[in-house]
DNA sequence: CACCTATATTGATATATATCAATGAGGATT
DNA sequence: AATCCTCATTGATATATATCAATATAGGTG
């Protein structure tokens, strides 16, 4: 097992490069994740099968509307799933280890439904998605974690849908602090390794108007940030701000 | 099999009337569709588990937040589905014989993630979903299918989410007329059985900007509408619209 | 260190859209 | 036929938000 950095590099003879050896499935925390309930000679198939790759921040993982021959695992860094819209993008999510990349096409017409990107610097699984195809049909429990799954995706993009087409700006900044602070970076003090624009894009605004609604923010004391180092100073009144909309 | 008409009627020794044979699965044209993958004794196992009901226009099939103890199949008529929000509601979809409404919840704690109820006079298949589940685990062409078919759907709210967030006004009318005619009613002088609200629900908007811009387009002669009969006059005008946003 | 580029910030303005209020039309009920 | 009620329509107005343009800042590079 090797991992490899597709480093978008000018010159193609770089283009792999950096071969290192990794960990194996079976030391790896992922397994604790929706690969708990597979066998040990499943997770050795997985194993064999997968490779690791290294991106740089803003590199792309996979394009939309390519094929979609892996499924992929994020074991470091954070990257960006996103629609490539009219004109603007829409992060869907932003995916941080270990959680897995696993688009609608595998099982339409296998191809990508939406892009994905290294926000900072990553490293990936990616696993032939035959073989994960392969692993639902034969594992039920495997089949059920993966399908919870999926199904826990719709209801945090429902979420997402009522808070960009029903809430006005302040409301969804506010709900996009809170799932950096909750969901993505874990703490409060929290550094924003995304940019101001990923934020618009988050909350379906200009890059503009998401940086007046954090100015408010900040000259009202729900918050202060220095530079990327946002910390939420007032959580009641901003959960209040996200409520009302 | 029967038949049960669930009125909401103020008599309670009404609420459960008009009850009626039904045909059974093995005739149903439900059978070539999610279960055309399941054997014959798997679909017997549905036919006995499975109650008709009947719901008049207007009537709640079932609300966003209780459980979801039946995996639902639209037999005739109409039905929405839709995320009540802050103060208006998001129609995700309109539900047209034979099709299904599954929600995610039924993998995550078995609650309804969105309400469903009838728009026109409606008769529907409830299943019990921990049968729908238990075959799901043992036909794995049949797990194929439904992973298939939730796949399908979120392609369809991602598409629905860009036109929500990143369309304008009359590029979101566009869309939802072109749902309307190629996917729900198949026909291009149609008969609107959703009501305005329902139009301005399903495309994010107020029900009188919906109101509006049906009357732009009416005086460009893009389309004509008398009472709720609508027809697309200009297919290229409304899907370059649709385009531009 | 100076330069350069990408990103962040701010302000001024235009515009898309919601809201409020009033009126109109159709179906049901008496 | 008259009343009532829901739904549809229209107009006037307020406001949320995007856009455009200018400037500031910071990180990287020679």
Redesign the pocket.
């Known amino acids: 097992m090797y991992i490899i950095s597709l480093t978008q590099s000018k010159n193609p003879l770089l283009m792999v490069n950096k071969l290192q050896h990794s960990t194996n499935c079976v030391d790896c925390k992922c397994k604790y994740s929706i690969f708990k309930n597979l066998h040990p000679f499943e997770l050795d198939l997985i194993n064999n099968a997968r490779f690791q790759v290294s991106y740089k921040a803003?590199e792309i993982i996979f394009k939309q509307g390519t094929p979609s021959p892996y499924f992929v695992c994020v074991t470091s860094g954070l990257a960006k799933i996103y629609i490539e819209g009219y004109?603007?993008n829409l992060i869907l999510a932003l995916v941080k280890p270990v959680d897995y990349i696993f688009g609608p096409g595998i099982y339409v017409d296998n191809r990508h439904y939406y892009s994905a990107s290294a926000v900072e610097d990553s490293t990936a699984c990616l696993v032939d998605v035959n073989l994960f195809k392969k692993l639902i049909r034969e594992n039920p429990d495997f089949a059920d974690e993966f399908i919870k799954r999926v199904s826990l995706q719709a209801i945090f993009n429902f979420d997402q849908v009522i808070s960009l087409t029903q809430?006005?700006?302040?409301g969804?900044i506010a709900d996009v602090i809170f799932y950096l602070s909750d969901k993505i970076y874990c703490q409060n003090p929290f550094n924003m390794t995304i940019?101001?624009?990923d934020l618009a894009d988050l909350s379906?605004?200009?890059?503009?108007?998401a940086?007046?609604i954090?100015?408010e923010f900040k000259e009202e004391g729900i918050l202060t940030?220095h530079?990327?180092t946002l910390e939420i100073l007032n959580t009641k009144q901003l959960r209040q701000i996200s409520e009302t909309g």
Chains 1, 2 share one sequence.
Request: proline share 0%; net charge positive.
């Open positions: 803003g004109g603007k809430k006005q700006m302040h969804r940019s101001r624009q379906g605004m200009s890059k503009e108007s940086i007046r954090l100015k940030v530079g990327n």
